[in-house]
């Protein structure tokens, strides 16, 4: 796949399925993103993994991406700035900031419809070869016909642009946006619902195999309980990396209560059934196995011959053994004999 990308730049989907919700797949030149769909035109962009990313890493960015070509209710949800916006006003502050902002005064030289029309012939200069040479007119209708198909809140865009001249920081807003875009409100718990899945959960814990049940299961209630807080994010990144750095941003930048309440129920949802599964074993025990397992080493009372109990057991001294069976107890246990600890 990845080689016809590279050599053709696009693959067609004339004859598939997918047809209804893909035109076609493009090589993609945005570093930001593994994938990304346009729902106007139905194409769908995949970037060249990076140094440590993975084949699943790109999987769960199309994933993601391909939930909003099935979204119902996106068209009736209020129309949003996108990260390409975003990304757009961010390059244009920067690469022209001492132009489009007074230096005595820190206030924008210019109205919302002249920056957007500024950045917007920036981007085009820089993205189309030609340009340059094209007459006047054209400029103007490719410029006014990007930013009708591109730019959906001007507003916003401006607001962008007000902020980082006020010294926000570009990857700050940049998070608050996408986390607070209303069209990514369901995507983003699907794809937490994905990453902190029971088998996720039961991944982390297989690594531990050494470790009694009980200590993991309550160091992962433990960090569940605070997932906002730092001191137990290297618990929640071991479980799954992207899902740490999704919840992080999730719960420091939504503005929507319900969103957030949401985030404890789907992930606590998936560790409870990661944990019926975790305890199966022992929850499916016979209760009278159970009984009889946790009395196996008491001592025998009555008038049965008593059974050595496992304070008596430790007393022993194996360097000055006295008698007979206190000897052959010793002898036994030197050569690898195992010996229940309970009683």
Known sequence: MWYRLAAFGTIDLPKSKLREYISYFKLSNNPEALASYNRRTKETKLSNLKPGQTIDDLAQNLRHELRHAVDK???HRPKWISNFEVGLATKFFFRYKNIIVDSETGELKYDQD???????????????????????????HLIYKTIDENIKRPDQVLEVIKRLADGESHKDLASEYYINNP???????????DLFSPQAF??????FDFMKKQSLINALRYALSKMSASEVYAVLNDINAEAANLLVHILRFTKNENMRRNVYRVVNENFQEFLTEYLKEES???????????????????????RWSTKYKGSINCSNPKGFSQKQYCKRKRSGGKYKTEG
């Open 73 to 75: 209710g996106y068209e």
């Open 114 to 140: 002249r920056l957007i029309y500024l950045m917007v012939f920036d981007f085009m200069r820089s993205s189309m070869a030609n340009f340059d040479s094209l007459p006047d007119f054209a400029k103007n």
């Open 183 to 193: 069209q990514e409100y369901t995507t983003l718990l699907s794809d937490l619902d």
């Open 202 to 207: 039961m991944r982390y814990v297989n690594q």
């Open 284 to 306: 499916t025990q016979p209760d009278q196995f159970k009984e009889a397992k946790k009395g196996y080493n008491a001592p025998r009372t009555g008038k049965m011959k008593k």
